[in-house]
């Protein structure tokens, strides 16, 4: 088994790459091969955003063949997620959250355009569904790791949400527990590649009116690293 191991920054990956043999360096967009657990791994930094997120898994679907790409990071969870920070969430789905159209009666997602991000086996529009298989086994992993965990809709974003209230206008639209800003960039290269996705964040903070000295991104860096090497065991 051959898996892609995507994550944003170096400050979201340290514990993994302590794990791999030969060790990754921290060099942004430069691929690695590796050994994790006993599987082969390709890791890489993709960088901040869907841009660099769908450059990064462009590159790595285009030149390996991969079995399961997972990406990782810290998140923010929504008030109402029932998440704290240093939990870990798991993606039901990855959803676009701004693209669409605002209107003097509010936002409509991309289906009010008519004009789909992707046509396959079926049309995609800003949402694109997880693979159910491989998030069973991350919520497994999690739990088996002693954390918290939560499965649920994930939201991906150009403009993080610094305010409760813009949080809560996105969290409303997909139903969401968790948002990031590169999710649903990978989730749409790989459904266009056809290799199944699997999201894990750990919970940096909540998403309020925003104070940094209330987060742990060390924390949510640490805990997801935990689970990502658990899942990779557990991967047959």
């Given at each position: 088994m051959t898996l892609a191991l995507i994550a944003p920054t170096p400050v979201e990956s340290k514990e993994i790459r302590h794990k791999i043999r030969q060790a990754p360096g921290d060099e942004p967009k430069t691929i690695f091969k590796g050994d994790l657990e006993g599987k082969s791994v390709i890791f890489t930094h993709c960088g901040v955003g869907k841009v660099n997120a769908a450059h990064s898994a462009t590159i790595i679907l285009e030149k390996y063949e991969?079995?399961?790409?997972?990406?990782?990071?810290?998140?923010g969870a929504y008030p109402d997620s029932g998440l704290n920070i240093g939990d870990i969430a798991i993606a039901e789905s990855e959803n676009y959250g701004e693209e669409g159209v605002i209107t003097k009666d509010g936002w409509s997602p991309m289906e009010f355009t008519g004009f789909p991000f992707l046509r396959k086996e079926k049309e995609y529009y800003n949402n694109f569904p997880l693979d159910i298989k491989f998030a069973k086994i991350a919520v497994k992993?999690?739990?088996?790791?002693?954390?918290?965990?939560?499965?649920?809709?994930f939201v991906t974003v150009?403009?993080?949400?610094g305010t409760r209230e813009s949080g809560e206008i996105i969290r409303r639209r997909f139903d969401g527990i968790c948002e990031n800003m590169e999710g649903a960039?990978?989730?749409?290269?790989?459904?266009?590649?056809?290799?199944?996705?699997?999201?894990?964040?750990?919970?940096?903070n909540i998403i309020e009116d925003r104070d940094m000295k209330r987060w742990n991104i060390d924390r949510a860096a640490l805990?997801?690293?935990?689970?990502?090497?658990e899942l990779v065991r557990k991967l047959k």
């Open positions: 991969v079995d399961v790409l997972i990406l990782f990071g810290i998140g992993a999690s739990k088996d790791c002693g954390f918290d965990t939560k499965q649920g809709n150009s403009q993080c949400s960039a990978v989730a749409h290269i790989c459904a266009m590649y056809g290799v199944p996705m699997v999201e894990v964040r750990g919970i940096s805990n997801c690293n935990k689970v990502i090497i």
